[in-house]
T-cell receptor, first 112, second 115 residues
Framework: QKEVEQNSGPLSVPEGAIASLNCTYS??????FFWYRQYSGKSPELIMS????GDKEDGRFTAQLNKASQYVSLLIRDSQPSDSATYLC????????????FGSGTRLSIRP | SAVISQKPSRDICQRGTSLTIQCQVD?????MFWYRQQPGQSLTLIAT?????????ESGFVIDKFPISRPNLTFSTLTVSNMSPEDSSIYLC????????????FGPGTRLTVL
């Protein structure tokens, strides 16, 4: 079982709709969870961090964490073509305080 | 967050040669990390570089192939030694953020092609 799993996509969403990206992780005692956005040919950019169960909102982005189900998601409201990118889920496992484990990423395409 | 730069941004090298990649940060940071991202793949951690100590390598990566230096709190280098076409990849450095939650911020990356 991979430590961090994501559907590779591509996920195609019409402009203005909600894009929903999902991620599961295997280490039950993981502490911190991150979503990175990576445009083609660019480096990953941190867009959301979440540490507690529930929802965390930042502008059009909402991260949701359910530690009991070992599940973290990212919702993007009012999707724009500029949101088209690969979204990487990352987890900081308790076993190694400094390391981050990345999922394989979900490619999101917003169609006009 | 810190401003991170990498040199070179890209290079094309011949097999059997070595390339040293530099990572410079505009503020002092305790932990720096080196990743590899092969085409179409996610990020794989190569090693963690702490100032004043030997780098800690992940399974599958060895010091002879990827020697790392960390001479001070704002700078690190990664050398890719005796390169083969399989080393063609993007190499990224990152730094740990200042919060207690271990987020990381990435440099722009070095795109390496080995012929």
């Amino acid at each position: 079982q991979k430590e961090v799993e994501q559907n590779s996509g591509p996920l195609s969403v019409p402009e203005g709709a909600i894009a929903s990206l999902n991620c599961t992780y295997s280490d039950r005692v993981s502490q911190s969870f991150f979503w990175y956005r990576q445009y083609s040919g660019k480096s990953p950019e941190l867009i959301m961090s979440i540490y507690s169960n529930g929802d965390k909102e930042d502008g059009r982005f909402t991260a949701q964490l359910n530690k009991a189900s070992q599940y973290v998601s990212l919702l993007i409201r009012d999707s724009q073509p500029s949101d088209s990118a690969t979204y990487l889920c990352a987890v900081n496992p308790y076993s190694s305080a400094s390391k981050i484990i990345f999922g394989s990423g979900t490619r999101l395409s917003i169609r006009p | 967050s810190a401003v991170i730069s990498q040199k070179p941004s890209r290079d094309i090298c011949q097999r059997g040669t070595s390339l040293t990649i530099q990572c410079q940060v505009d503020s002092q940071v305790t932990m720096m990390f080196w990743y590899r991202q092969q085409p179409g793949q996610s990020l794989t951690l190569i090693a963690t570089a702490n100032q004043g100590s030997e780098a800690t390598y992940e399974s599958g990566f060895v010091i002879d192939k990827f020697p790392i230096s960390r001479p001070n709190l704002t700078f690190s280098t990664l050398t890719v030694s005796n390169m083969s076409p399989e080393d063609s990849s993007i190499y990224l450095c990152s730094v740990a953020g200042t919060s207690a939650y271990n987020e990381q911020f990435f440099g722009p990356g070095t795109r390496l092609t080995v012929l």
